[in-house]
């Protein structure tokens, strides 16, 4: 996974960075066209398309003997017990192409919620570093000894904090101008590790976590390379706020206009790429 992640991360970010400057529901669309396409591709590929067409048909049938016979109850009760059979059958027949899609719409969905689902920090913005250390590498009592390495830019307005309980230092950060950081953590004398922290107005992919190589930890965060296998440290949090993506004035997750918008797409495209949905 974490070689998936490696791949994807310079694709994402090519692909989005002339969007950057402008506001998220832009690259959004641009992200949305493609996602539609590869989905109707997809599922054109993979699903009985003669027999999909067959069972709307069926649908539609139903349908229109409900309307022809409004006045016999047998009759309707008969056509909803048959446009329901075949609407458990369209269920079927998509279940193999979601499968197929389900998979890539996840890896896409992890890598794009890095770009759209936070904030950059700001000048003068505080933030929480929280270290969390693998509770078998503390020994009970004893307080690690941790070198903190902060570039310019970046100051630390407390000591480190140790929570024994939660295995866990923390630090207030304050960003001091923009930019691209990457701060240095040791603990007890061993290398430093180190942790990505952007200051800007501009939509980039930004890492909240940076978590060990273990394979549903890369799933969920692939922002970021993982740390270390032999580290005593086993995740690095920096507090982001989420982004809301503003729609018609309305402030919302990014996915709703993703999604929305996929769909949308989809459908207006079914017809020039010869798809039955």
């Known amino acids: 996974m974490s070689f998936v992640n490696a791949v994807l991360r310079p694709?994402?970010?090519?692909?989005?960075?002339?969007?950057?400057?402008?506001?998220?529901?832009?690259?959004?669309?641009?992200?949305?066209?493609?996602?539609?396409?590869l989905m109707l591709v997809v599922f054109k590929r993979t699903s009985d398309q003669a027999a999909l067409a067959a069972v709307k048909r069926n649908i539609h049938a139903g349908l229109f003997e409900i309307r022809l016979f409004s006045d016999d109850l047998r009759a309707i009760f008969r056509a909803q017990g048959e446009i329901l059979r075949h609407n458990l059958t369209y269920l079927r027949l998509s279940l193999v192409p979601m499968v197929w899609i389900l998979p890539p719409m996840?890896?896409?969905?992890?890598?794009?919620?890095?770009?759209?689902?936070?904030?950059?920090?700001?000048?003068?913005?505080?933030?929480?570093?929280?270290?969390?250390?693998?509770?078998?590498?503390?020994?009970?009592?004893?307080?690690?000894?941790?070198?903190?390495?902060?570039?310019?830019?970046?100051?630390?307005?407390?000591?480190?904090?140790?929570?024994?309980?939660?295995?866990q230092l923390a630090w207030r950060l304050v960003a001091e101008q923009e930019g691209d950081f990457e701060i240095g953590i040791s603990i007890?004398?061993?290398?430093?590790?180190?942790?990505?922290?952007?200051?800007?107005?501009?939509?980039?992919?930004?890492?909240?976590?940076?978590?060990d190589p273990g394979f549903f930890p890369q799933l969920i965060y692939p922002a970021e390379p993982p740390l270390p296998r032999d580290s005593s440290i086993?995740?690095?949090?920096?507090?982001?706020?989420?982004r809301e993506?503003?729609?018609?004035?309305?402030?919302?997750?990014?996915?709703?206009?993703?999604?929305?918008?996929?769909?949308?797409?989809?459908?207006?495209?079914?017809?020039?790429f010869g798809v039955t949905l």
């Not at 694709?11 to 396409?37: M, N």
């Not at 000894?145 to 570039?151: G, K, N």
């Not at 430093?192 to 909240?208: A, H």
Request: charged share 15%; glycine share 6%.
């Open 106 to 167: 996840v890896l896409l969905i992890a890598q794009l919620q890095f770009h759209y689902g936070y904030e950059g920090l700001r000048p003068a913005e505080v933030t929480l570093l929280e270290v969390d250390l693998r509770p078998e590498t503390v020994t009970a009592g004893e307080r690690p000894r941790v070198v903190l390495d902060l570039p310019p830019g970046l100051g630390a307005q407390t000591e480190d904090v140790w929570l024994p309980a939660e295995s």
């Open 234 to 242: 086993r995740e690095i949090h920096v507090s982001y706020a989420d």
């Open 188 to 211: 007890d004398g061993a290398p430093p590790v180190t942790k990505t922290l952007r200051v800007t107005k501009s939509v980039v992919r930004l890492s909240p976590v940076r978590v």
């Open 11 to 37: 694709v994402f970010d090519l692909l989005l960075a002339p969007f950057a400057g402008l506001p998220p529901i832009v690259s959004l669309v641009v992200v949305s066209l493609p996602t539609a396409i």
């Open 245 to 272: 993506i503003s729609v018609l004035g309305f402030g919302m997750h990014w996915l709703i206009p993703f999604f929305a918008l996929s769909i949308a797409f989809a459908f207006a495209l079914k017809g020039k």
